[in-house]
């Protein structure tokens, strides 16, 4: 009885200051500068003292390169503090538009209309796309004594739209002769999260295998049923746990598992570092970007002798200009070693991915000079 | 131990003479009082401010044309509306949590009344101990035991099962070899919610008047038939907003949910299949990351779905003790 009364006195009152409450959280909406700490040194001077906490956001495939790349940076300038939040590609670019972090790290290029609003915070010439961390992606499979498997385009679409559905299927003994199959079920699993490597890899079945894979390129798995899990680690622990389930990751978190080759022109390509790097040199630009973007069209259909083309090409998105010295120097001295072969190394041991051909960093590198800074 | 509850009269009339006469209203006392207003103050204004975060949130994925939504608001493939995409998501969110709280009331009241009744006083504590102990685990550890441990083990039972349950006419179950199915989601949202509706049974149990039992006992019960007459009508209310809590917390339960369902959309009773049901808190977690402006109003918009489902099962939960509280001693 008493708790009653007392709780019919709070509510009156508490309806009373609700107005005042959702004052308040509106007027937390304020705007966040870069956080960002000039020196006064900084100006001028050709070799450029970096100091300062710089931030930057997005997606989740950088992240262990992205340790690598900022303790590898700040053992050259200690005074350096970067921050990385791995919170997705798209909260990355939103962030990154917003002006809130300095730079982003995107799973996919701008697209037209973020190319548009970047000039809100980056100024007339607006931002960039850098094609910096190259993964490829391995379809990996748990099949007891098999470690490699021949799989054409066609196969892996069939298997992974489940129209293929026993490992002993005449589709995958015609390309693996001497290969003792098993009548084991395929489980395909698939990502339940929205990802940058579902995308790639539908992208790379809607492109090679249009008959068998009637689904557009999505970072969602378009089909309604079938297995899942939740991130990398999330499917290769249900492949791993289950006989007969294949699944598509991160080439270098799927070690007990098998992988399959897949067939590139006339040959079968086996999962490496070089070959996914190739298909970087072998894939056109995105057309009517600025002549400094570096957004590519990954070309999954190549016929590239040893390229491999079912990869993920991650970028990092920075401005063309920066008004603030200290930032705008950061940003050129980071990006400048995360493209270097001393970047790139340190990214393949710590996240396994593939380092950019000279290639790629000569022009990455030619992206980053002309970032100009005040 | 039970207290004979003061005449009713006098505890109205006691907190207005108090106030009234002003004298105990002085120094500390008083600011005390402000204290403990402030609190409560404090709590509606959190509540406030959630809810109006949501529906600002939501609000752009409500006014949406049906154009901007297929093109921005990254809706599943098939699905051309909001209704179309919150509909399977409240419903596999619902019977997630409806199963979880099948399976888990009955042996919570099993234990409640272990302690309270059969046990002796030491086994009693330690079993209390242990309870809540299991309150205290994560729930990400819960998620990975279910995913890694428990999904793998009773998926072959799962198969097993769904091969019985076919012989049956009408029925057509499918089985994942996975074991990520909503059935097995649901028995590890049951072990998370036992150790908070036993709890609460048992301090409700623990307080059946000593007198009911022993009248019951001296008219000739049996231990069972005492708490059938005596026990359980008097703890009615109490497990029913102890199993509210337990719903509670089933309905918004994300992580374990995330690591061990293989998630899909759609109207289903297909709980051992794969792909075939998800719930709210887990597709939030699941695409905000990746989620950007509309999309991000779309997902938000789900969670105010959540958040009216939540008040809606404790206001539920609040009538039905109200209207059993002259009964029982659970008010």
């Not at chain 1, 509106?26 to 900084?42: H, K, Q, Y």
């Not at chain 2, 049906?66 to 608001?73: C, S």
Request: aromatic fraction near 8%; charged fraction near 15%.
């Amino acid at each position: 009885m008493e708790r009653h009364v007392k709780l019919s006195r709070f509510s009156r009152a508490g309806s009373a200051v609700m107005v005042g409450a959702v004052a308040l959280s509106l007027a937390a909406c304020g705007n966040t500068d870069p956080v960002a700490s000039s020196t006064d040194e900084a100006a001028d001077e050709p070799t450029v003292e970096i100091s300062g906490e710089f931030s930057g956001a997005g997606a989740s495939s950088q992240e262990s390169a992205m340790e690598a790349w900022v303790a590898g940076f700040q053992s050259q300038y200690p005074d350096v503090t970067i921050n990385y939040d791995a919170a997705g590609s798209g909260a990355g670019r939103e962030q990154f538009l917003a002006g809130g972090v300095v730079f982003a790290g995107s799973d996919s290029a701008l697209k037209d209309e973020e190319i548009a609003s970047s000039t809100e915070v980056c100024g007339p010439d607006g931002a960039i796309d850098l094609p910096v961390y190259v993964s490829p992606i391995a379809v990996a499979f748990n099949l007891p004594g098999i470690d490699s498997l021949n799989l054409d385009p066609a196969t892996i679409a069939g298997i992974f739209a489940g129209t293929i559905t026993t490992w002993n299927d005449p589709a995958i003994a015609a390309t693996n002769e001497g290969v003792e199959l098993p009548a084991t079920t395929i489980t395909p699993v698939h990502r339940s999260d929205d990802s940058g490597t579902t995308k790639n890899f539908t992208e790379y079945v809607a492109a090679t295998a249009p008959d068998v894979w009637t689904y557009e390129a999505d970072g969602v798995w378009p089909l309604e049923s079938g297995d899942s899990a939740e991130g990398t680690s999330g499917v290769v622990g249900v492949v791993t746990d289950t006989e007969g389930a294949v699944t598509y990751a991160d080439a270098s978190k799927v070690s007990e598992l098998g992988t399959a080759a897949i067939k590139v022109g006339e040959e079968f390509v086996p999962i490496s570092a070089e070959a996914a790097a190739a298909v970087v040199d072998a894939s056109p630009l995105v057309e009517g970007r600025h002549e400094h973007d570096f957004a590519i069209k990954i070309d999954r259909t190549t016929t590239e002798p040893g390229a491999y083309p079912l990869v993920l090409v991650s970028y990092e998105v920075v401005c063309l200009n920066y008004t603030d010295e200290a930032t705008g120097n950061f940003v050129k001295a980071f990006l400048g070693y995360i493209a270097s072969e001393e970047g790139q190394e340190a990214a393949a041991s710590a996240a396994g991915s593939s380092p950019i051909t000279a290639d790629t960093a000569t022009q990455v590198q030619a992206s980053i000079d002309a970032i100009t800074v005040g | 131990m039970t207290t004979a509850s003061p005449p009713a009269h006098a505890t109205r009339h006691e907190p207005r003479r108090r106030r009234a006469s002003g004298d105990t209203e002085r120094g500390f006392s008083r600011v005390f009082r402000w204290i403990t207003t402030g609190a409560g103050v404090l709590l509606l204004g959190v509540l406030a401010a959630v809810a109006a975060f949501l529906v600002a949130r939501a609000l752009p994925a409500f006014t949406a044309s049906q154009a901007e939504l297929l093109a921005d608001g990254k809706l599943p493939a098939g699905v051309t509306s909001i209704a179309q995409y919150v509909g399977p998501l409240v419903f596999g969110t619902l019977l997630a949590a409806a199963m979880a709280l099948a399976i888990a009331t009955p042996i919570a009241m099993g234990i409640a009344l272990f302690i309270s009744h059969y046990a002796p006083r030491r086994i009693a504590s330690g079993i209390g101990y242990v309870v809540d102990l299991l309150a205290a685990i994560p729930s990400v550890v819960f998620g990975l035991w279910g995913g890694r441990v428990l999904a793998p083990l009773i998926a072959d039972f799962w198969v097993w099962l769904v091969g019985v349950l076919n012989v049956l006419p009408f029925v057509e179950f499918r089985a994942t070899a996975t074991g990520r199915s909503l059935a097995t989601a649901s028995i590890v949202l049951a072990v998370m919610i036992l150790p908070i509706i036993t709890a609460v049974s048992r301090e409700v149990f623990l307080q059946t008047p000593k007198l009911h039992e022993e009248a019951a006992l001296a008219l000739g019960a049996t231990r069972w038939e005492m708490i059938r007459t005596a026990v359980l009508p008097f703890g009615r209310s109490g497990v029913i907003s102890a199993a509210m809590l337990g719903l509670g917390r089933a309905l918004g339960e994300t992580m374990a949910v995330l690591m061990i369902l293989s998630t899909g959309l759609g109207y289903s009773l297909q709980i051992f299949g794969a792909g075939e049901l998800t719930t709210i808190a887990a597709n939030i977690a699941s695409r905000f990351p990746e989620a950007s402006g509309l999309a991000v109003n779309v997902l938000i918009a789900t969670g105010l779905a959540l958040f009216i489902i939540t008040l809606a099962v404790n206001m539920a939960a609040r009538a039905i003790v109200a209207r059993r509280k002259d009964f029982s001693g659970a008010n």
